[in-house]
């Protein structure tokens, strides 16, 4: 490890210690958390100058091959991201968009809300009957929910099919592996915690309700092809592979999280069409003792998807636009359609402008899948597990396709 991933990792352990929610994982060398754990709580302004120190170091990094531009790029995001945290620890005031671009290195705007009640009328015209749509939507997900003793099993069980599926176009290690547990009271819905070795803990917080739809997209989100194999990847290809330090640590709400979450949220698309993810809510809801509609299913699950813009939106009026908890409540309800035994968790995970920021999620697909449109979707996804990019090397390319008005590769290209 070069002295910048030696301090990257120091850094970013001291800051975990002032930034809750920041660190992801860890797998790098133990003695270095042992240091970080150990010293005085560290001064958030010496973590910012360090962050600006590395910066430069970064900046300067020799080489002009393509990995070293993608490592500068990708440290020059991380580290912008770091240095605001230890500001806003240091009690600095940023303001919310601010905050959100100098964290995951995007510029966000909120979604038109004329867009989301187009998704309103896909989800209107999926779901034809008597009564409102938030009426018709609350119906089908009654109809269509797990019992909580049964989701880890069910998500188990589905992430076996996607594992099959991946294991279809990617080449994955024989000894990697998943362990599955349930979680309370927590603040998300589904998390995976690498702990290095190819093996990952998937913990499912089963005080939520989860649907059958639900349980098929955290298995690929959470598993295959989603963080599991992000992780598992990286280990081999950036970590043992290339010697890069820094790839040990895993951040949340940086650039970093972007890609990560982003390429998670469309990690189903890439290896499970809708007809055959039709059949994979079938043997879930099979084995579950749960009839429905599929197809149905299916596209009210890709409606709600784009819905969770709302959410996006509705950290923005309150965090920005000084809108009161009740009025965001009101618009998660009628415009998001976030229903009611979830409006309470959504409103407490958006209370934290930090923590509870939706735009990883939502802005790395969009960034994702016009660029896999000219990568090659099994291509470029293998890119986005295997290399060190970030949002900044991705829009790249994609200013530089439309400058150069060449046409998007088709159809999946296998590396």
């Known amino acids: 490890m070069d002295e910048l991933g030696h301090r990257y990792l120091l850094l970013g352990l001291r800051l975990a210690r002032i930034s809750p929610g ?3 994982s860890y797998v790098g060398p133990g003695e270095l958390r042992e240091i970080a754990a150990g010293e005085s709580p560290p001064l958030a302004e010496e973590l910012h100058e360090e962050a600006m120190a590395l910066a430069e170091l970064a900046a300067s990094l020799p080489g002009g091959d393509a990995p070293t531009a993608r490592r500068r790029a990708w440290f020059g995001g991380q580290l912008r991201a770091m ?33 989301l009640l187009l998704v309103h009328q896909q989800l209107d015209d999926a779901l034809p009957g008597e009564g409102s749509l938030r009426e018709r939507v609350a119906r089908l997900r009654e109809a269509l929910r797990i019992p909580p003793q049964h989701v880890v099993s069910a998500i188990r069980g589905s992430a076996e099919r996607f594992r099959a599926a991946t294991r279809r176009d990617f080449d994955l290690p024989d000894d990697e592996g998943i362990e599955w547990e349930e979680a309370h009271g927590r603040p998300w819905g589904a998390y995976a915690e690498y702990l290095g070795h190819r093996r990952t803990r998937i913990q499912v917080n089963v005080d939520l309700p989860i649907e059958v739809s639900g349980a098929a997209f955290l298995a690929s989100h959470e598993a295959y092809p989603g963080h599991h194999v992000d992780h598992i990847v990286k280990d081999r290809t950036l970590i043992a592979g290339a010697d890069l330090g820094e790839a040990t640590l895993r951040t949340m709400g940086t ?27 079938r043997r879930i809801g099979r084995d579950a003792g749960i009839a429905g509609d599929w197809g149905a299913a299916v596209a009210v699950h890709g409606a709600f998807m784009a819905l969770l813009s709302a959410q996006g939106n509705a950290g923005i009026m309150l965090h920005h636009g000084g809108r009161r908890a009740h009025e965001v409540r009101a618009y998660l309800a009628d415009v998001g359609l976030v229903p009611d035994d979830r409006l309470d968790h959504v409103m407490r995970v958006l209370a ?7 735009f990883p999620y939502a802005e790395g697909a969009r960034l994702i899948r016009p660029w896999l449109e000219l990568q090659g979707q099994t291509a470029g996804f293998w890119r986005l597990l295997s290399e060190q990019l970030s949002p900044a090397v991705l829009q790249a390319d994609l200013d530089a396709d439309r400058d150069a008005g060449r046409t998007p590769v088709g159809g999946p290209v296998h590396p």
């Open 22 to 24: 920041f660190l992801d």
């Open 83 to 115: 240095s605001t945290l230890a500001r806003r620890a240091a009690g600095e005031e940023i303001s919310y968009l601010d905050l959100v671009e100098e964290l995951i290195a995007l510029r966000v705007t909120p979604v038109p809300d004329r867009d």
């Open 255 to 281: 650039p970093e999280a972007v890609i990560a979450e982003g390429l998670a949220d469309v990690a189903r698309e890439v290896v499970m069409s809708d007809r055959e993810l039709e059949a994979e809510l």
């Open 352 to 358: 934290d402008p930090v923590a509870g920021m939706i």
